[in-house]
T-cell receptor
Framework: AQSVTQLGSHVSVSEGALVLLRCNYS??????LFWYVQYPNQGLQLLLK??????LVKGINGFEAEFKKSETSFHLTKPSAHMSDAAEYFC???????????FGKGTRLSVIA | DAGVIQSPRHEVTEMGQEVTLRCKPI?????LFWYRQTMMRGLELLIY????????DSGMPEDRFSAKMPNASFSTLKIQPSEPRDSAVYFC???????????????????????FGPGTRLTVL
């Protein structure tokens, strides 16, 4: 079985500040991990994913995430927040790239000018 | 590529009516997923297909829900009869396994995870 816990349903940061969105997972096998972003009234867009290999994964829009097996975490970071980053972010886990995703509840990111 | 296409984008119907949601996956993708998003339950899988064959439908809420994939480029999700608690956003997503999708011309496509459509917002009154 797999599950995802996203800490904080709402995170607010100032423009230019560090963004940190937390994700912890549970998986009985080595997981595939994903971060998706959802803008209002739109579908989900893949930010980045971890499958195997390098544990620091770089994605689009300046985001990156680090897979830490010992902590069962896959936190999403961005050094400097931009107003356009305001959206809902979902962490997800799966058994492979083509098996169903199990999503966390999501974290809404607000960016304050 | 136009991405995953879903129709309609919005659907408002009355309780008891039949609702059909449609999805066109990305060309060459051999996996298709239907997810539902609600405030209470978040994003959850309903059913997924591989090469047009249903693999796991354990997420389908009840017999009122049915899904088909008659060919590699089209899938439907049908609710009959619809109820107010079915109100949600329904997403279709597609993906490919570059190692095995030769039959649908997917060989060489990068494994970039699941691509989501824009969703269908369903309101059942």
């Amino acid at each position: 079985a797999q599950s995802v816990t996203q800490l904080g349903s709402h995170v607010s940061v100032s423009e230019g500040a560090l963004v940190l969105l937390r994700c912890n997972y549970s998986s009985s096998v080595p997981p595939y991990l994903f971060w998706y972003v959802q803008y209002p009234n739109q579908g989900l867009q893949l930010l980045l994913k971890y499958t195997t290999g390098a544990t620091l994964v770089k994605g689009i829009n300046g985001f990156e995430a680090e897979f830490k097996k010992s902590e069962t975490s896959f936190h999403l970071t961005k050094p400097s927040a931009h107003m356009s980053d305001a959206a809902e972010y979902f962490c997800a886990v799966s058994f492979s790239g083509n098996t169903p995703l199990v999503f966390g509840k999501g974290t809404r990111l607000s960016v304050i000018a | 590529d136009a991405g995953v296409i879903q129709s309609p984008r919005h659907e408002v119907t009355e309780m008891g009516q039949e609702v059909t949601l449609r999805c066109k996956p990305i060309s060459g993708h051999d996996y298709l997923f239907w997810y539902r998003q609600t405030m209470m339950r978040g994003l959850e899988l309903l059913i997924y297909f591989n090469n047009n064959v249903p693999i796991d439908d354990s997420g389908m809420p009840e017999d009122r829900f049915s899904a088909k994939m008659p060919n590699a480029s089209f899938s439907t999700l049908k609710i009959q009869p619809s109820e107010p608690r079915d109100s949600a956003v329904y997403f279709c997503a597609s993906s490919t396994d570059p190692r095995t999708s030769y039959r649908t011309g997917g060989v060489g496509l990068p494994d970039r995870g699941q691509f989501f459509g824009p969703g269908t917002r369903l309101t059942v009154l």
